[in-house]
């Protein structure tokens, strides 16, 4: 038995996958009975992963507003569309865009609720709303009581979760996303009074700020730093050849303890000169090992 064959009305559900919840049926089916209903819960969320929610009572309409966000006519319905839950919009140009709820607000003289969505990507959907499915799983990876707006992890995955948008440079709408500018404000730049933009963190390590530390100081909060090695030299040791005080080239004298060889030219004062320079090898950064992840960051 489906959850899909429940009555709406309490009386006609009488039985339960065969098990008698009637008026006077012994005490000893209740038991089985929560625990029916709890697996036909599951097997429904496993195999109806979407649904169409509507406005609760019926059918509804939806309205897309200019900045992405939508209306359902019937009135409030702020309960089912719920902070953190995911939205699934069929267009009508017969797409799918996939996003999270932003927040929910009724409108009662006009009638509906307002809902904000942070959309997948960041981009609002082209096209006009048909039908709004919601995610049967309301279930949120973080909430903001635990995870404040702007924090950065790094996940082992290349999809960006519910809540959360790649830390990719991209430029985001104020309005869409105001808990998030209220975190990271204009750090990263902006290009016009009504957005702002992320960090981009692709291909980049992160340093803690120094904030007066002294470690590496003259830092702005926010600002990138150029690769850079700590200054060293090198010793090596070699046979000399050439004459004294003679113009001579000379070339592969060995480095003990490493494979690299010198070159030398200039004017070789005594015989036991031991001047070179250290012919160039390595990639085009300097890097410890590492591995690559996905930055995010929580809306």
């Known amino acids: 038995m489906a959850i899909s064959d429940f009555s709406t009305q309490a009386d006609?559900?009488?039985?339960?996958?065969?098990?008698?919840?009637?008026?006077?049926c012994p005490p000893s089916t209740l038991n089985n009975a929560?625990?029916?209903?709890m697996a036909d819960m599951r097997q429904y969320a496993n195999d109806n992963s979407w649904f169409a929610y509507g406005s609760g009572s019926g059918t509804a309409t939806y309205g897309?507003?200019?900045?992405?966000?939508?209306?359902?006519s019937g009135g409030d319905s702020t309960k089912a569309y719920s902070s953190y839950r995911r939205v699934r919009v069929l267009l009508d140009n017969g797409n799918f865009a996939y996003g999270s709820i932003a927040s929910a607000t009724s409108r009662p003289g006009a009638g509906d609720t307002l809902v904000q969505v942070n959309w997948d990507g960041g981009q609002v959907p082209s096209g006009n709303y048909v039908t709004v499915y919601l995610g049967v799983d309301n279930l949120s990876l973080v909430t903001t009581t635990v995870m404040p707006s702007g924090t950065v992890l790094y996940i082992v995955s290349q999809r960006v979760p519910a809540g959360f948008l790649e830390c990719a440079g991209q430029t985001l709408l104020r309005?869409?996303?105001?808990?998030?500018?209220?975190?990271?404000?204009?750090?990263?730049?902006?290009?016009?009074?009504?957005?702002?933009?992320?960090?981009?963190?692709?291909?980049?390590f992160i340093?803690?700020?120094d904030n007066g530390r002294?470690?590496?100081?003259?830092?702005?909060?926010?600002?990138?730093?150029a690769s850079e090695n700590l200054r060293h030299g090198h010793q090596f040791s070699g046979v000399g050849v050439g004459a004294p005080?003679?113009?001579?080239?000379?070339?592969?004298?060995?480095?003990?303890?490493?494979?690299?060889?010198i070159n030398h030219i200039g004017n070789r004062q005594t015989a036991g000169d031991r001047l070179g320079a250290i012919y160039p090898h390595g990639g085009d950064e300097a890097r410890p090992r590492n591995i690559a992840l996905l930055p995010i960051i929580k809306t």
């Open 175 to 204: 309005a869409s996303y105001p808990n998030l500018y209220s975190a990271v404000g204009n750090v990263f730049g902006t290009n016009y009074v009504d957005n702002f933009k992320l960090p981009d963190l692709r291909g980049e």
């Open 12 to 24: 006609n559900n009488s039985f339960l996958s065969r098990i008698n919840i009637g008026e006077n």
């Open 34 to 37: 929560l625990r029916q209903i």
């Open 245 to 261: 005080n003679s113009q001579s080239n000379w070339v592969a004298l060995p480095i003990i303890g490493t494979p690299e060889s």
């Open 64 to 72: 897309k507003q200019n900045d992405g966000s939508f209306t359902v």
């Open 214 to 225: 002294g470690v590496d100081s003259n830092r702005s909060f926010g600002t990138a730093q």
């Open 207 to 209: 340093r803690g700020w």
